[in-house]
């Protein structure tokens, strides 16, 4: 079992910082020259070929341009059918009011240049109004993903992958005043007033903030850490939603490197969340053996330098170029009628062709063009930027050729989507996991879920579990709707919509002449491919089979909400109007055991507080 005192981590989190450091040492200088000489003080180095720039510049928007849309679904059809609709309402909602594409897309910069880091947590839901806090009969709470600095982050460096990782964590600053009012005000928090007292302000914030020069603010740097294999005696363990433990600690100041003292500046607590842990880790390119990913800008840089390299020595040599004219020395009126010449043509009488000789010095030579053109091919073969991707298509390919090199580029650019995904597929399954078990949680959700549910004002409700139920999160499958998370044009958009107009047509007096197909699957499948999404929820296939003589029966659940939505209207919500209506949407099964609700300080760095970067 991992040593748990406060000497031993703080030992295990200086190995893991070394071999992240390793993995980060040139993305400094990469940075650098992705930002050009004009971007701060103008002491970067000028790179002509600034890859980082158009790498960057061209990918992101592949990656993350939009908000993705999530479609969430039950292994076990028919009794968590609701639930599954309720999370998938809930998780468009959520993505939207927390505005998930401007983290995303710093997340894809960061992953493009090395990796990307994702903390979720809870917090206390400050932008609800005291009116809707009534409504949802609680102190909300919120799930919270905040962006980890890749210098910040770390893991444990003998691990092959995540999987095998037995810790992770980063590290963070505050104002020490802020810390220690916290810990007076907020006692059952854990924290140890006594040692951030002997905390020295300053300490460690210039490498945090990545400079020599910081104003004085009074802050301390502290280190948080999750380890998965310590369980907490005192909970459920993982039947109660509690998996690891959370340490936070801190080095003393003044103290030298050798008589340094490591303290525990909070108590240890158990962590409230999902198996996999608060952090998502997200990279490009496995590497054998190794926990940290190969980006695309790294496994290239070689060639960048290469072909930058000699992009300046032919444009030094093409500033060195001069053209000189040389003429007889003993003919001085020839040379003063050539610095005065207004036109091409120079009348000399009696002139001997040898007494006037046109020279060039410097300039760049065929052999420095050639290697250029050779060296830009190579990066473009290995980073997959062809000209077709820059929007140039000069025509010195034949229509073969161009096809033949799109294809193999999406595929390449396929594959960094998928991994990018992965890793928002991932975060929004943490989320959904609060949204699932927390009973804190409950907000409004909007006008799209009204209409798509007949609901007047519909509310997601975490938590509130059947001790009978067989039901757990596990069931739940959720994917990312195709080209959610892309850009679609205005054109394109039209397209669809006249493609889908007309599909339905054709399909819609079909339905009830077939009614053994599988028709929300067939418009699924369709409307996957056509990137429309919710195609299956434009016919209604219940009313074509009754039409048809062939209604289809679908099994309804029974039971409470996990999670729920309420404010149905209808028979179910005429129940007077100083009440407000409610509807559960219920599954059949119910987890094994109620999960208990946890306390006000859970995630890594409590509920009701964000995350200290």
């Known amino acids: 079992m991992l040593k748990t005192d406060a000497k031993s981590l703080f030992s295990e989190i200086e190995h893991a910082e070394n071999l992240r450091d390793d993995h980060l040492v040139a993305m400094a200088d990469q940075i650098d020259k992705y930002t050009g000489p004009h971007y701060a003080s103008g002491s970067t180095e000028y790179v002509p070929e600034n890859h980082y720039y158009e790498y960057v ?34 998780l468009n909602r959520w993505c939207r009011d927390a505005d998930l594409r401007q983290l995303l897309t710093l997340t894809a910069t960061d992953v493009l240049f090395n990796f990307g880091v994702m903390l979720i947590t809870e917090e206390t839901n400050q932008t609800m109004s005291s009116h809707e806090q009534t409504q949802a009969k609680s102190q909300p709470m919120w799930p919270v993903v905040t962006r980890i600095p890749q210098k910040r982050f770390f893991v444990d460096p003998l691990a092959t992958n995540l999987l095998e ?30 040692a951030i007292e002997q905390l020295s302000e300053g300490t460690g914030v210039e490498e945090m903030h990545d400079q020599t020069d910081v104003p004085d603010r009074g802050e301390i740097v502290a280190y948080e850490i999750w380890v998965p294999e310590i369980e907490d005696s005192d909970t459920l363990g993982s039947d109660g939603g509690f998996h690891g433990t959370i340490y936070t600690l801190a080095v003393g100041g003044d103290t030298t490197e050798d ?25 490009m390119y496995p590497v054998p053996d190794s926990i940290y990913p190969l980006s695309p800008i790294a496994a290239v840089e070689g060639q960048v330098a290469d072909l930058n390299a000699h992009v300046l020595a032919a444009s030094h040599s093409a500033e060195n170029y001069k053209r000189l004219v040389f003429t007889d020395a003993t003919d001085p009126r020839l040379a003063q009628k050539v610095k005065e010449a207004d036109d091409f043509v120079i009348p000399v009488q009696g002139l001997d062709k040898q007494k006037l000789v046109q020279v060039e010095i410097g300039g760049m030579t065929e052999t420095q063009m050639a290697y250029i053109e050779s060296a830009r091919d190579r990066l473009d073969r290995n980073s997959g930027i062809q000209e077709a991707q820059r929007g140039n298509v000069e025509g010195r390919g034949t229509a073969t050729e161009v096809n033949i090199a799109e294809q193999a580029a999406t595929i390449r650019l396929a594959f ?159 129940r007077g109007p100083s009440q407000r209506p409610t509807a559960r949407m219920t599954p059949a099964q119910k987890p094994p055991r109620a999960i208990p609700r946890p306390q006000q300080q859970q995630g890594p760095q409590g509920a009701g507080q964000p995350a200290p970067m």
């Open 259 to 283: 008589e340094r003292k490591t303290m525990m500046i909070r108590e240890p607590r158990a962590y409230y969340g999902p198996r996999w842990g608060p952090y998502v880790f997200i990279g």
């Open 416 to 574: 960094q989507k998928q991994q990018f995904q992965d890793g928002v597929e991932r975060i929004l399954r943490t989320v959904a996991w609060y949204l699932y078990y927390d009973d804190r949680i409950a907000f409004p959700l909007g006008q799209e879920a009204a209409n798509d549910l007949g609901m007047t004002d519909p509310w997601l409700m975490g938590g509130s579990h059947d001790d009978e139920s067989g039901a757990t999160f596990d069931d739940l499958e959720l994917e990312i709707e195709p080209y959610s998370m892309e850009r679609t044009t205005e054109g394109t958009q039209q397209r669809q919509a006249m493609e889908a107009v007309e599909l339905i047509t054709n399909l819609a007096p079909m339905i009830p002449q077939a009614p053994y197909v599988n028709w929300p699957q067939v418009l699924t499948m369709l409307g996957d491919a056509m990137n429309v999404p919710n195609l299956d929820q434009l016919v209604d296939i219940d009313f074509a089979m009754t039409l048809g003589g062939m209604q289809v029966l679908t099994p309804q659940g029974s039971g409470q909400a996990d999670p729920m939505l309420s404010g149905q209207v209808g028979q179910a919500g005429n």
């Open 57 to 90: 510049s061209l990918m992101v928007p592949r990656l993350i341009f939009d908000n993705p849309r999530v479609r969430v679904e039950s292994r076990r059809a028919g009794t968590q059918k609701d639930v599954a609709e309720a999370l998938r309402h809930g």
């Open 165 to 194: 990782a037995r810790f992770m964590g980063h590290k963070w600053v505050r104002d020490k005043e802020d810390l220690l009012a916290e810990a007076q005000n907020n006692p059952d928090a854990g924290w140890n007033a006594q």
